[in-house]
């Protein structure tokens, strides 16, 4: 059993006047007393209520000692009721009624001491509602009129000038300069705000959630008519006017092509605008293709960026731009642009990518050791060499000696890191023999630490665990310098934790305390699943709170992704689910930081959804997408898990997302979907499946979905338009993004 010294010592170790007629009010400015104006029943838990349920923007209470102008109310309503009465056909009246009483307010606005933020904030969904009224009319005479009034009075919102440009991009490209008019509107509208209102601006209402709109919608509409307006001008497109036109001053903030397509796809009339979507999409690309260098920094940040955030496929799309960038550019693929997409595939557990990587390198130049020792760590690595057959592993072998024998016949020499690898690549295939050949072959090469871990972690690997210890006796003999890695020792760890030795996990935590070697996270995972378990056996109840206090006190720099690591490594044992709970509740009760992380709670999400109470996992997830982020990448977490567990129930979530959530179901959550149901072999569903992608207006579809869809359209009724869409040239391109 772990006892507590145990946990105790890995813990040290680690403008025109207004017509005033129809506004005649008597009032004037009333101080706030609690006496005459008593608050409303139950007003706090409303307005918790109402904060809870508004994950757009959470409204800033008035203060109670600010006065409040009873003819401001008045006239409000008096708007709010004409405009919400008004008639599509006949919104004349509406029009002067809003007009004539926001004049009337912005001249009385000092008098009555309304503040800026309050006249703001009180008009926009009558706004919103008004312009809405006047495009559905299809007067434009009307809709420019109305959009006027509220510059003019300092309300019109981002919204609205989105919602007009959405009108005008429909209406056919003969209308595209008035958009770019427009836009310049906008920025001069901007300019004459104050302050507070200008806060404001961008900033969506929760009225506004169900049109899924965005604050950047209206500056990626206006990059994408720019783009087209050049190409019909018959002018290249130039960076430095696009960066001018939409007032940024950095070029990585221009518009990404896959946000501008999520903009567009919000407009009603996005299918008749489809050619103008591919032919944005072909130019961008190629302009962006011509602008990367493929050996630059920014390329060195973006592989860096993809591979610490495990994105395989975005990886992928990168690899062929940089290919497509040194082709166009006539800038070759340095080698170290190369190593860092190998190793990044590797990295990734992408093997047979890291491999073509490189031969498409050794078919160009004479590459350096550094590239050999990558190519052999992808033929050996664990991971890799896990997923082969005996037969396969054999055949490894022989690839991995001919692999240096070219290497030496192209006049490089190994090296202690390549022979290192080397020795690593036979120990993870359980080749000793082929070890000890490869030691006495290069017996000239010192042997280096990294060559004895390497040696360990494949004995252990192959579950030769006592050879292992005896072996690493032996280099302490040879070499009283030797300390082996914190990897290492975690790998002999976790394996007497496994099958339950826990004297000699005691011991093997009693060797780090005296050898001063600094646990990391993988330590921590491993004691932490060594307490809980030990706890169980014996019957006595974890003290979670006191032990994992101790462990965030060491030398670590815990954070959120962190503690949602130590998570998903307690996760690999799905026994762990107490331990789990217990972690995440004392993470999150650590302060915003914690609390706020959707690292945490999709960590948390998963594992109830694998392993604990489908239920809780829902609760989680609700928290989640209220207070922290709705994302389309949570839902599908959701539908995924839930398919496995509750078919039913998955299918109501996402329906749930289609009909109240700001999210729409991108290319994983129908890929998910169709997968499981054809795996079932529910035809019914995989039918309704491809209905729900019929109905859909997604563009991206992703790597697999079209080649999937096109293999059923024999067995079961795929719409034409959504064959069509899997096969045009805009699918393509925004597969490439």
């Not at 006249?119 to 926009?124: C, T, W």
């Not at 302490?476 to 007497?496: A, G, M, R």
């Not at 490594?569 to 217990?582: F, I, P, Q, Y």
């Not at 994302?631 to 109501?652: C, F, P, S, Y």
Request: with cysteine.
């Amino acid at each position: 059993m772990l006892r507590s010294r145990s946990v105790l010592r890995l813990c040290q170790t680690i403008p025109r006047r207004a017509n005033l007629v129809r506004f005649q009010v008597t009032s004037t400015v009333v101080e706030n007393d609690a006496k005459r104006v008593p608050p409303p029943k139950n007003a706090e838990a409303a307005n918790q209520n109402s904060q809870k349920k508004n994950h757009f923007q959470k409204p800033i209470p008035r203060n109670p000692n600010k006065p409040f102008s009873r003819k401001f109310r008045d006239i409000s309503q008096q708007i709010s009721v004409s405009v919400k009465d008004a008639n599509a056909t006949d919104l004349t009246e509406a029009i002067d009624i809003y007009e004539e009483g926001l004049s009337y307010l912005r001249e009385i606005q000092a008098a009555e001491k309304i503040e800026d933020e309050l006249m703001y904030r009180e008009f926009q969904r009558s706004a919103t509602i008004l312009l809405g009224k006047a495009i559905q009319s299809g007067d434009e005479k009307l809709i420019s009129r109305v959009l006027e009034i509220f510059i003019a009075n300092r309300v019109a919102h981002n919204f609205h000038f989105a919602q007009y440009l959405m009108y005008l991009l429909g209406q056919g490209a003969e209308r595209h300069t008035e958009i770019l008019s427009l836009w310049l509107q906008y920025l001069e509208y901007s300019k004459m705000l104050d302050a507070t209102t200008l806060r404001l601006l961008n900033r969506p209402f929760g009225f506004q959630s169900e049109s899924k709109f965005l604050s950047n919608d209206l500056m990626n509409v206006t990059y994408f008519v720019f783009v087209l307006q050049c190409a019909a001008a018959g002018v290249e497109l130039q960076i430095k006017d696009a960066m001018k036109l939409l007032q940024i001053t950095d070029a990585s903030r221009l518009p990404p092509t896959f946000q501008v397509m999520s903009s567009l796809r919000k407009c009603e009339h996005f299918e008749s605008i489809r050619p103008e979507v591919e032919q944005f999409s072909n130019i961008t690309r190629n302009h962006s293709i011509k602008l990367l260098n493929p050996n630059g920094e920014a390329m060195a940040a973006k592989i860096y960026s993809i591979t610490k955030n495990g994105n395989y496929r975005m990886l992928k799309q990168y690899y062929e731009r940089l290919s497509a960038a040194s082709v166009e550019n006539n800038l070759p693929l340095t080698e170290d642009t190369l190593n860092r997409v190998m190793n990044a595939f590797i990295e990734l557990h992408h093997f047979s990518e890291a491999l073509e990587v490189f031969t498409t390198m050794a078919s160009s130049f004479k590459p350096s050791a550094t590239s050999w020792t990558l190519a052999i760590k992808a033929m050996g690595h664990p991971k890799h060499v896990d997923s082969l057959k005996p037969v396969q592993k054999d055949k490894m072998v022989q690839t991995v000696k001919s692999t240096l024998q070219s290497m030496e016949a192209m006049g490089v020499p190994v090296n202690a890191k390549v022979l290192a690898v080397a020795v690593g690549a036979m120990a993870n295939l359980d080749k000793q023999e082929e070890v000890q050949k490869l030691l006495s072959q290069y017996s000239n090469i010192p042997v280096v630490h990294l060559t004895r871990h390497n040696n360990l972690l494949g004995m252990i690997l192959n579950n030769d665990v006592a050879e292992a210890e005896k072996r690493m006796k032996e280099y302490f003999k040879e070499d009283p310098t030797y300390v082996p890695s914190i990897q290492l020792l975690n790998s002999f760890l976790t394996h007497y934790v496994n099958v339950a030795n826990y004297n000699a996990a005691d011991a093997m935590l009693q060797f780090m305390s005296e050898k001063n070697i600094e646990s990391d996270l993988g330590t921590i995972t491993t004691v932490v699943n060594y307490y809980f378990k030990s706890c169980k056996n014996n019957g006595r109840i974890p003290d979670v709170h006191t032990v994992l206090l101790e462990l965030t006190k060491k030398n670590l720099k815990w954070d959120p992704n962190m503690a949602a690591t130590l998570m998903n490594g307690l996760t690999l044992d799905s026994s762990n689910l107490d331990a789990v709970r217990a972690v995440f509740k004392f993470f999150i009760a650590l302060g915003p930081r914690f609390k706020n992380s959707p690292a945490l709670y999709t960590s948390m999400i998963q594992m109830e959804l694998d392993h604990g109470d489908v239920a809780l996992a829902e609760d989680l997830f609700l928290w989640y997408d209220e207070n922290l982020k709705s994302d389309t990448r949570a839902w599908n977490q959701m539908i995924k898990g839930l398919l496995v567990n509750n078919e039913k129930r998955a299918v109501k979530f996402y329906q749930k997302m289609v009909t109240h959530s700001k999210n729409e179901p991108n290319n994983f959550t129908f890929y998910y979907m169709l997968i499981h149901f054809l795996k079932t072999g529910n035809t019914k569903r995989v039918q309704w499946v491809l209905d729900e992608m019929a109905a859909s207006s997604l563009a991206d579809f992703g790597l697999e979905l079209p080649s999937k869809v096109t293999q059923l359209k024999l067995q079961y009724n795929v719409d034409q338009s959504l064959l069509r869409r899997l096969s045009s040239e805009d699918v393509k391109h925004a597969r490439s993004l």
